[in-house]
């Protein structure tokens, strides 16, 4: 386990061979975060336990954000 993101919905993250995940949806039960809804670039969906999130290797990849970033720090 080399990097650890929390999920966030509508954003964009990709693993260490490139392939770009969204988190569609984080489903809870009794307050507690029990599963996220991926979607690949290819419109596929998927749902992984938290545990399964964690060992993804995930880096965040919106450009929004990178936008902001580079706002911020100019």
Known sequence: ???QQRPIPGYWYSNL???LIQV???LYISGLRTRIVLEDIHGKRSSVNVVSWRNMDLVLHSPVVEQQHA???Y
């Open 1 to 3: 386990m080399f990097l």
């Open 17 to 19: 061979s490139g392939q």
């Open 24 to 26: 569609r949806a984080i």
């Open 71 to 73: 706002m911020r720090d």
